[in-house]
């Protein structure tokens, strides 16, 4: 679990600096909205910061469940750049596309990356490879379940105010990453 707990500590850390920070009234100055190039490093630091405690502790929970599993199988390395390249492609994602149908939103939270670690062990289990390996499903075909199943994940876990297409883009490519078994030592 050393890269679970270490993405948590990095979570916590960055939770701590947007307390002190909130004391001056920067409390969001982590967080990405658009347009990305105004604040590039945001694509990092808001994968880490939160809106809350409770937001922090829901993310928290769902790291704890679905990073264990997944570390099992891959290098710390490759688990925390997975985290972070996840995280900041499905907030880029929500800001994106979120703006362009409604108000341009901002987006926090490691919620992207969680969805991405959940179907990454959806996809990258044996008994799914051996299930695909049956099915001879064509590429087209296996993105389109996968972008079937990211739909079907997000609208089950919808809540309001959630970044529902940063879940669902998550989702998404964790799906299409087990499948690859991109985070496999061996590859």
């Given at each position: 679990m050393r890269a679970t707990l270490e993405t948590?500590?990095?979570?916590?850390?960055?939770?701590?600096v947007q307390l002190l920070l909130g004391l001056v009234g920067l409390g969001y100055a982590f967080a990405l909205a658009a347009p990305l190039t105004t604040a590039p490093w945001t694509l990092a630091t808001s994968v880490y910061a939160h809106g809350s405690t409770g937001?922090?502790?829901?993310?928290?929970?769902?790291?704890?469940?679905?990073?264990?599993l997944v570390e099992?199988?891959?290098?710390?390395?490759?688990?925390?750049?997975?985290?972070?390249?996840?995280?900041?492609?499905a907030g880029a994602a929500q800001?994106?596309?979120?703006?362009?149908?409604?108000?341009?939103?901002?987006v926090l939270g490691l919620s992207g990356a969680v969805f991405a670690l959940g179907g990454y062990l959806l996809a990258g289990n044996v008994a799914s490879a051996t299930l695909?390996?049956?099915?001879r499903l064509s590429?087209?075909?296996?993105?389109a379940l996968f972008a079937a199943v990211a739909v079907l994940l997000t609208l089950v876990?919808?809540?309001?105010?959630?970044?529902?297409?940063a879940h669902a883009v998550g989702a998404f490519l964790g799906l299409a990453a087990g499948r690859l078994r991109l985070l496999?030592?061996?590859v």
């Open positions: 948590l500590a990095v979570v916590l850390l960055v939770g701590l937001h922090l502790l829901a993310n928290a929970v769902g790291l704890l469940l679905v990073g264990p099992r199988h891959t290098t710390r390395t490759r688990f925390h750049a997975f985290v972070l390249t996840t995280g900041a492609l800001v994106t596309l979120g703006g362009l149908i409604g108000p341009a939103p901002s695909f390996d049956r099915l590429g087209r075909a296996q993105l876990t919808a809540a309001p105010g959630v970044a529902l297409i496999s030592a061996g």
